[in-house]
């Protein structure tokens, strides 16, 4: 057969003799001139379609052998071509087309529409897989030496198959991506309760989000299973009809944002299309739709990354902090990041009582990325586990118990003190200034997680003072027209620590004068300790400490009224008020005080 297809378009090739180059034949000769095509070309003639192939176009013909049809129709139980239904035999057909001309060199891996159409009249989808040659929805090959006969009016590849139209089972089966829904689909205790439904056509069309291979890892993982044969019938069997919607054929373009469906299972989804489309489920956590309208005979499927999970199962899984980072594949990221400083035991203790604020992957991302670093194998594993223990806070705090303040997370600095974490509630949850809730409230069994957009990097004195809005007016002095770079100087580890005694706006604002200048200078340096990392602990009542700009302060304690300790500046003014101690930074710690420090102007 393959030897008279070449020989047939050779010929039309050659020359005719009469000087006039002779073209390809049209699809439809090339099925009726090729013996083992007549089958082919007598369903092409019943169905109508033999004038379509005949016309000028830029098709593509996956087409099956007289043996491919005896092996379909034996399979079906149907005596000859002429027994098989026009309108059916049509889309069977149909079914073989692609609109487009595509050689073998241009077919990857992946989903393609063919002319065939399914519920509401929409293309049904072809799965082609070149791992292995060319296999077509995983029923049909393309011959050895059967590629690439190419036609007028586009290009035929033989098949050892026909290709049936596609049920939700049959695109399931043909993705190696979906071999672990598969696996769940036809445990052995089930029987052929699914494949049946996917299959047919009773509560047609079925709306499917079949989670990847990973998406089931992650959720493995994060129960602690080995395996699928983990978890009973009844819990497999709730999570499987929460992934399907019945009656409805839906399209990625008829999602809108906020939209709810009904699932199969009972509970509702939602959808999210604010950036990229999301599916939030039970555990209020989100699923990317990372693939869309792979559209079979009884209905379409979406692939998701993440295994959804209904509220009865939520209830009885009850993960801990790393099961539910480890379910999520959004927080891909933070979980390699969790697994390589060693904090997953941390995670998933019973006792733990944590309240972690998750970034997600695109917020690691735009971290890396920000910092120099290609990848989080770049990171160091010290500073890794730094990084992400300053997204936790010890005890569970949910939003309604968050105000705005300092809390302490568990990252520490050389000394072993926790740093500090500046709370904003002012306008949602702000943290350090860098970082927002997106998500908060998801309780899990050893705390409560609430989503950010962004990793909150380790803080300097520079990241607390523009982060907290009481420190605005300081920020403006030190970042004022002629003054020395302080925000570097704050920023960095030369001669650090640095204890800073930060004045409030009300501070500033008392001053008959704001200084400039060198003044200003010399007011803002006799705020700095260098060197020292002093925290209210290490106050002693009448300790005198030289600041960065030389004059010394003198503590006194305890303070007077509410101060936590009152201190004389190098003027003599005495009862200034500590009334806020311990922000801890990297390279330093901050109080705050309520009135501005003046050296002595004599010296």
Partial sequence: MLAFLLMLTSCNDDDDGGGEMMTDPTIAEIAA?????????AALLKAGLAATLDSPGTYTVFAPTNTAFDNFLDANGIATIDDVPTDVLTNLLLNHVLSSEVTSSQIT??????LATGPDDNNLSLFLDTTSGVEINGVAS???????VMASNGVVHVVDAVIPTPSVVDHALANDNFSTLVSALTRPSFGSTYTDLLSGTDASPFTVFAPTNEAFDNLLMALGANSLDDIDDETLQEVLNYHVIAGANVTAGSLTDGQMATTFQGEDLTFDLSDGAKITDASDAQANIIATDVQCNNGI???VDKVLIPQTVWDAINPTIAGFVAMNEDYSSLLAAVQKAGLVDALNAEDANLTVFAPNNAAFEAFLSANGFASLDDVPVDVVTQI??????SGVALSGDLSTMYANTLATNEDGDNLSLYINTDSGVSLNGVSEV???DIEVRNGVIHAVDAVIGLPTIVTFATADPNFTSLVGALTADGQPDFVGILSGTTNAPFTVFAPVNSAFEALASVPSGDDLTAVLQHHVIIENNIRSEDLSDGASVATLEGDNITVTLPGTGDNIADLTDGSGNS????????VQATNGVIHAINAVLLPDTTN
């Fill in 142 to 148: 393309v011959a050895n030496g059967g590629a690439d």
């Fill in 575 to 582: 009862g200034i008020g500590v009334i806020a101690v311990d």
């Fill in 33 to 41: 001139t090729t013996p083992e095509f007549s089958s082919l070309y």
């Fill in 438 to 440: 997106t998500a908060a």
């Fill in 109 to 114: 891996t992946g989903y393609t529409n063919s």
């Fill in 301 to 303: 499927i979406h692939a």
């Fill in 388 to 393: 992400l223990l300053n997204h936790v806070i």
